[in-house]
């Protein structure tokens, strides 16, 4: 993202500026610098020429229609102007650059980044100070409204471009204060995942139609095996008109639809008060008029209002969940669902998720590091019934591969009858691969956990 798109973010989140007399003539003037400056010629400027370039615009427009002020304060607003609009100072030149996916700062004069995945020192670029440093970290976690000081000396917060920042200070960190920014990667699209083999097409026309159908659906998977990426790439097909509300401990989802609220969790704070939790945002959201509800990844007793809210009128519902099979994927939905409510037994909450949950998409990464759908399972079971999977899809994996490279196939089946009449009645596409009703006798039931 570019400095000006920045900029210009920060300008529509009003990020909070000192609230004392100058900070109106300094707004006035950061918005008339960004009308008359050329962005896009400063963004290629390095740090010193961007801040030289910068002050001299801002000390022109102060000649041209400032106040009558002394020399001293001049400076001191020429100063803040630009502090203002450069943000993050000397890391600036490394945001703007869409090849860096990470800065790490180890102490105000040793900054690294990675770029394609390697870890590089940036030789020439420092901090003038540590005192700028901390300026410079202040300015994060206060647009955020957190502090970071001796008495909560690690921060979580955000940029207001998105970018997860991480700050931890002495006395924990002893070589000084550091800032690790993680930049989020452009998500892949259903057709790079295609393209990638993380599943093939037949596949993919199925999950858009069951996603366009309303069905609930699961993303399970172990850490780091694409989950998010893979639910994010899922919410692609549900339809631009419907009111969308996403919950996440950390906002990662990248929807494109025009109609999405963003929610995110909160940890409590230095008195240990004022926690949002996933559950309470879940709860919320279903104040919202939501029609769909993502949840990045149910963790804990949101699970069971998850479980509720589909149940009652809430379909189309999608989240993620850590579990290593669908099967264990339902036992993990039914000890993250008991969290909240221990009075309620195990078999009630089999039943919520038997009605609940219709789809169990399982990734898996391969040993040479392929993510991929490993199977996808469907409920072919409803309310008050034995609990019954079946599996539509499964890659084979190779025996014996090249390289070391994990190859394989998918197998795909017949879908149960009840799910393939609602693709069809909605006049969803059922690619051929899976339009044929599934044989009962290879329904899977699945024990409870109790
Ligand atoms: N299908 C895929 N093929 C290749 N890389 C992927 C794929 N899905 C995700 N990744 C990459 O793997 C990493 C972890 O993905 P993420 O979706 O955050 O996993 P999870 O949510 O399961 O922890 C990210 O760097 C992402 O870009
Ligand atoms: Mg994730």
Not at 149 to 174: F, W
Not at 295 to 316: F, I, K, S
Not at 327 to 340: F, I, K, W
Request: charged letters at 25%.
């Amino acid at each position: 993202m570019s400095l000006k798109d920045r900029v210009v973010r920060r300008q529509d989140l009003g990020a909070p500026l000192e609230q004392d007399e100058s900070s109106d003539a300094i707004l006035r003037f950061r918005a008339q610098l960004l009308r008359e400056a050329d962005l896009d010629a400063l963004a290629r400027l390095d740090a010193t020429q961007l801040r030289a370039r910068l002050e001299r615009i801002a000390g022109n427009l102060l000649n041209r229609e400032g106040p009558v002020i002394s020399a001293e304060q001049r400076a001191t607003l020429i100063r803040q102007i630009v502090d203002e609009m450069i943000g993050l100072g000397v890391l600036e030149p490394l945001l703007a650059d869409e090849s860096v996916t990470e800065i790490m700062v180890n102490g105000f004069d040793d900054i690294w980044v990675e770029r394609g995945g390697r870890l590089a020192r940036e030789e020439n670029l420092k901090f003038a100070s540590e005192a700028q440093l901390y300026q410079t970290i202040d300015r994060i976690v206060g647009a955020v409204n957190r502090r970071v000081d001796e008495s909560s000396p690690m921060v979580d917060a955000r940029l207001p471009s998105g970018e997860r920042v991480n700050v931890i200070i002495p006395p924990l960190s002893l070589g000084g204060p550091c800032l690790t920014i993680r930049r989020f990667p452009t998500p892949y699209t259903i057709e790079q995942l295609i393209g990638l083999g993380s599943l093939d097409r037949p596949l993919a026309t199925l999950l858009a139609s069951l996603v366009r159908a309303k069905l609930n659906v699961i993303v399970s998977g172990g850490t780091g095996t694409g989950k998010t990426t893979f639910l994010n790439a899922l919410s692609s097909f549900i339809p631009g008109d419907e009111r969308i509300i996403t919950v996440e401990d950390a906002a990662e989802l990248q929807l494109q639809q025009p109609h999405v609220i963003t929610l995110e969790s909160r940890p409590p704070n230095v008195e240990g008060r004022g926690q949002i939790t996933i559950r309470d945002l879940v709860r919320n959201s279903l104040r919202m008029r939501p029609d769909r509800i993502i949840v990045g990844e149910v963790r804990g007793g949101e699970t069971l209002d998850m479980l509720q809210a589909m149940n009652t009128g809430h379909e189309g519902s999608l989240a993620t969940v850590h579990a290593n099979s669908p099967e264990d994927a339902v036992l993990r939905l039914e000890t993250l669902a008991s969290m909240t409510e221990l009075s309620i037994s195990f078999e009630a909450l089999r039943d919520q998720i038997n009605s609940a949950i219709d789809v169990f998409v399982q990734l898996t990464r391969a040993a040479d590091g392929t993510r991929r759908v490993a199977s996808v399972a469907l409920v072919t079971s409803s309310h008050r019934e034995q609990f019954q999977l079946a599996t539509v899809s499964e890659f084979v994996a190779d025996r014996f591969t090249e390289g070391g490279r994990s190859t394989g196939h998918y197998v795909h089946a017949g879908l149960p009858p009840h799910i393939r009449q609602r693709l069809h009645q909605r006049g969803l596409p059922v690619p051929a691969e899976f339009d044929r009703d599934l044989d009962a006798d290879r329904f899977e039931r699945v024990e409870s956990a109790s």
